[in-house]
């Protein structure tokens, strides 16, 4: 039996461990939007699939900084036109 297998759903903290930034900042991304999708496990616990991070991840790759501004003011409009 392989005990080796990685976890399909990772908790907050593992989540942003991988993304390599604070478990706020990942917070921050899910109240706003801005970040990878979730699960809601209980009324208060979240986890994240893992093909929702690697997915996320890559549509935050850039060749240029003219890209990632761009990406990055589209995101900041968005969030200003979301209802409240």
Known sequence: MNNN????ILSEEE?????NIAARTLQQKRLDGTGPAFIQITK???GYAVSDLNEWMSTCRFKTTKESKNFYEKSLEKM???PD
Do not use: E, F, G, H
């Open 5 to 8: 297998l990685s976890p399909l």
């Open 15 to 19: 989540a942003a461990k991988m993304l």
């Open 44 to 46: 208060r616990r979240v």
């Open 80 to 82: 200003r036109n979301y």
